[in-house]
């Protein structure tokens, strides 16, 4: 069985940073782009960020543009979200999501892209 985990969510006020993990666990897959999604109860999920595995393409939604930065280290397939100046908006569940096989027939900002999702991780930021 495949799974991605999370971890490194907690609560934090504005203006300070978090670092998220993603990791695979249990059957190795092979890795095509691994992203991030957040959803606050009741509302949309909505694409934080996404990193291709090959060559590190990195994909940005606007709202965290310039404060998160995504990264990966190819050889552990384990990936990180890196967020400076939070704000109470960036309060969600996050999900760790993986896409093992690139065929690219929806955008790295598409959920339907990604087979493998995490459990979520909770980030709460205290204005």
């Known amino acids: 069985q495949v799974q991605v985990v999370e971890s490194g969510g907690g609560l934090v006020q504005a203006g300070d940073s978090l670092r998220l993990s993603c990791a695979p666990s249990?059957?190795?897959?092979?890795?095509?782009?691994m992203g991030w999604f957040r959803q606050v109860s009741g509302k949309e999920r909505e694409f934080v960020a996404a990193?291709?595995?090959?060559?590190?393409?990195?994909n940005y939604a606007d709202s965290v543009k310039g404060r998160f930065t995504i990264s990966r280290d190819g050889p552990s397939n384990t990936m990180f979200l890196q967020m400076n100046n939070l704000k109470p908006e960036d309060t969600a569940v996050y999900y760790c999501v993986a896409d093992p096989y690139g065929r690219r027939e929806y955008s790295l900002q598409d959920a339907r892209s990604y087979v493998y999702w995490g459990q979520g991780t909770q980030v709460t930021v205290s204005s």
């Open positions: 249990g059957r190795a897959f092979a890795t095509y782009a």
């Open positions: 990193i291709t595995w090959r060559n590190g393409n990195k």
